[in-house]
């Protein structure tokens, strides 16, 4: 291979050409806008910063935060202390850091939109707004909104969620995270330097429902959206039998983030995985263990045994989280007072929120636990009834 295309500057398409441009090929990153504000929370989690510690380890504005409060409707809120902090930046700055670690390590980073590809021979002829160029292999980081025909994973609404929010002026020092009746999704609050990213995200329900859960959420909390920053934007949350047959690569192809659906179907985690997959991705097209044409089938096993199967697990879960039951009251509220009771619950919370506790074991460390968990919840419900000096 003489050339890497990579179509696309975000987390994803930054983070692979850095590493194919360190491993020695020549690299050309596209992006139309390069560094901007992608409508997003932009929460990292520690999963993210002790695989790369330079998301955490920068000069970068950004905010460490400790402290979360989970709150669903009947149970009210509850706090969360994070081990680790969960490590929140504006999208500008973080793009802006990746692209530039892009560059340093030898990539070439234009201003451009790809408007189409096309196969000529065994390469590719990319048309771009201004021109047209040749590259021998593509990586496919396009995002969400991914324009680009034949290539990428085809997102059905059903592998969807719709996320919106504001910016607004205001600071908090700790993150909110809302449970809602009947929403497969949930409501955040994210401080971030100088400002808070609010948002929703849900599944199944129109854009203009969501919003107004938003607004009634901020008007309740008495934070105005009238000095703020409407966005919105797609959130891939693949279905579980889309993980089957996701169209993740091709012949001289492979795609990373979001335009691979590589998002986390619960929480809507996407910059690990965009980071990760675009890191993946290099090292299967650098590898001269593998022939051209087996390259697909190398990262989409790569990919599996990573992160991969994990989420694919998760898209069964999702829904039953959200919306299900359990001993008679939805799994949130039960989640919330679980959390304010039982010491071991509020540990395995704390993993969730790290990003430490997958999917694929979860359902066997509460199994562990539950006795434990119910016990301490049955007796700190029944201590919190004996008060000292009533009868
Ligand atoms: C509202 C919202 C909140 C979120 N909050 C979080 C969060 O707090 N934490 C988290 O981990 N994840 C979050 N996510 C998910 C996260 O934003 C994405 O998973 C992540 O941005 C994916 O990175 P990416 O590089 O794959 O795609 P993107 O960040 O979307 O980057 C794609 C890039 O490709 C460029 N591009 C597109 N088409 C072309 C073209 N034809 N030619 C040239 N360039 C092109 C775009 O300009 C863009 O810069 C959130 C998502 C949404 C929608």
Same mark, same amino acid.
């Given at each position: 291979?003489?050339?890497?295309?990579?179509?696309?500057?975000?987390?994803?398409? !930054?983070?692979?050409?850095?590493?194919?441009?360190?491993?020695?090929?020549?690299?050309?990153?596209? =992006?139309?806008?390069?560094?901007?504000?992608?409508?997003?929370?932009?929460?990292?989690?520690?999963?993210?910063?002790?695989?790369?510690?330079?998301?955490?380890?920068?000069?970068?504005?950004?905010?460490?935060?400790?402290?979360?409060? /989970?709150?669903?409707?009947?149970? @009210?809120?509850?706090? /969360?202390?994070?081990?680790?902090?969960?490590?929140?930046?504006?999208?500008?700055?973080?793009?802006?850091?990746?692209?530039?670690?892009?560059?340093?390590?030898?990539?070439?980073?234009?201003?451009?939109?790809?408007?189409?590809?096309?196969?000529?021979?065994?390469?590719?002829?990319?048309?771009?707004?201004?021109?047209?160029?040749?590259?021998?292999?593509?990586?496919?980081?396009?995002?969400?909104?991914?324009?680009?025909?034949?290539?990428?994973?085809?997102?059905?609404?059903?592998?969807?969620?719709?996320?919106?929010?504001?910016?607004?002026?205001?600071?908090?020092?700790?993150?909110?995270?809302?449970? /809602?009746?009947? /929403?497969?999704?949930?409501?955040?609050?994210?401080?971030? #330097?100088?400002?808070?990213?609010?948002?929703? #995200?849900?599944?199944?329900?129109?854009?203009?429902?969501?919003?107004?859960?938003?607004?009634?959420?901020?008007?309740?909390? @008495?934070?105005?959206?009238?000095?703020?920053?409407?966005?919105?934007?797609?959130?891939?949350?693949?279905?579980?039998?889309?993980?089957?047959?996701?169209?993740?690569?091709?012949?001289?192809?492979?795609?990373? @983030?979001?335009?691979?659906?590589?998002?986390?179907?619960?929480?809507?985690?996407?910059?690990?995985?965009?980071?990760?997959?675009? =890191?993946?991705?290099?090292?299967?097209?650098?590898?001269?263990?593998?022939?051209?044409?087996?390259?697909?089938?190398?990262?989409?096993?790569?990919?599996?045994?990573?992160? !991969?199967?994990?989420?694919?697990?998760?898209?069964?879960?999702?829904?039953?989280?959200?919306? =299900?039951?359990?001993?008679?009251?939805?799994?949130?509220? *039960?989640?919330?007072?679980?959390?304010?009771?039982?010491? *071991?619950?509020?540990?395995?919370?704390?993993?969730?929120?790290?990003?430490?506790?997958?999917?694929?074991?979860?359902?066997?460390?509460?199994?562990?636990?539950?006795?434990?968990?119910?016990?301490?919840?049955?007796?700190?419900?029944?201590?919190?009834?004996?008060?000292?000096?009533?009868?």
């Amino acid at each position: 291979m003489k050339l890497v295309a990579v179509l696309g500057g975000g987390p994803a398409g !930054a983070f692979a050409a850095e590493r194919l441009a360190a491993g020695g090929m020549k690299t050309v990153l596209l =992006d139309d806008k390069l560094a901007w504000e992608k409508p997003c929370g932009g929460a990292l989690t520690y999963k993210a910063y002790e695989k790369y510690p330079f998301l955490l380890h920068n000069d970068v504005p950004k905010r460490l935060v400790t402290l979360t409060q /989970l709150a669903a409707p009947g149970a @009210g809120a509850t706090s /969360l202390k994070l081990r680790e902090p969960m490590v929140i930046y504006s999208r500008y700055e973080l793009n802006r850091m990746l692209l530039a670690r892009a560059e340093r390590a030898g990539a070439r980073v234009e201003k451009e939109r790809v408007l189409a590809l096309s196969r000529a021979g065994s390469r590719w002829r990319l048309a771009t707004k201004h021109g047209a160029l040749e590259a021998d292999f593509c990586v496919v980081a396009t995002g969400a909104q991914n324009g680009l025909r034949g290539v990428g994973t085809l997102l059905t609404p059903a592998d969807t969620m719709l996320a919106l929010g504001y910016y607004v002026p205001e600071e908090q020092e700790h993150v909110d995270i809302q449970f /809602l009746p009947q /929403l497969e999704g949930y409501i955040w609050v994210f401080p971030r #330097c100088g400002h808070l990213s609010i948002g929703i #995200c849900g599944r199944g329900e129109p854009a203009q429902k969501l919003r107004a859960r938003l607004e009634a959420y901020m008007q309740e909390r @008495g934070i105005s959206w009238k000095n703020g920053s409407f966005y919105s934007h797609v959130l891939p949350s693949l279905a579980k039998p889309a993980w089957r047959h996701n169209r993740l690569a091709g012949q001289g192809w492979i795609a990373v @983030g979001d335009a691979g659906g590589l998002v986390d179907p619960i929480t809507g985690e996407g910059l690990y995985y965009a980071i990760r997959s675009g =890191d993946l991705a290099s090292q299967v097209v650098l590898s001269d263990a593998h022939a051209p044409e087996d390259k697909p089938h190398a990262y989409r096993a790569l990919l599996q045994r990573d992160f !991969a199967a994990n989420l694919e697990f998760g898209s069964a879960l999702g829904r039953r989280l959200f919306r =299900d039951n359990f001993l008679f009251a939805s799994v949130p509220k *039960r989640m919330v007072q679980f959390m304010r009771q039982s010491p *071991r619950f509020h540990e395995l919370m704390q993993d969730l929120f790290a990003g430490t506790q997958g999917y694929l074991d979860l359902k066997a460390r509460l199994l562990r636990n539950l006795h434990g968990t119910m016990l301490e919840t049955v007796m700190n419900f029944l201590l919190s009834r004996v008060v000292p000096g009533e009868t």
